[in-house]
């Protein structure tokens, strides 16, 4: 039996009620936010029309009380999943606000 593992930094925290901005240059689209870590966040629901670049992209989040937190990522995967994407990305850089949401919902678990 092979086993899978994880490349992974910084554990994945499963976050709800979160929504994601994000502007591709053309357009801004709306995406829903699955989980976090310090280093990464995964959107979902993202359209199929987002141009992907390998640049960095600010991404506004928001939460059920529109508490903004925005950080700069770098795309790192994709799947698609019918006329929408779901995305995996790198963040490059990030405010006072990202490091506390994470924190914060990582206590929680």
């Not at 591709?24 to 199929?48: C, E, F, M, P």
Request: charge should be positive.
């Amino acid at each position: 039996m092979q086993r899978k593992f994880e490349r992974r930094r910084q554990q994945r925290i499963i976050i709800r009620g979160y929504t994601a901005y994000i502007n591709d240059g053309k357009s801004t689209y709306h995406a829903v936010v699955q989980d976090v870590s310090l280093t990464g966040v995964r959107l979902s629901n993202l359209s199929i029309n987002f141009i992907m670049k390998r640049k960095p992209y600010n991404i506004l989040i928001l939460n059920k009380r529109n508490k903004k937190t925005c950080i700069l990522a770098r795309y790192r995967w994709i799947k698609r999943r019918g006329h929408l994407v779901e995305m995996g990305f790198y963040v490059t850089n990030s405010l006072k606000g990202w490091v506390n949401l994470v924190k914060r919902k990582g206590d929680k678990k």
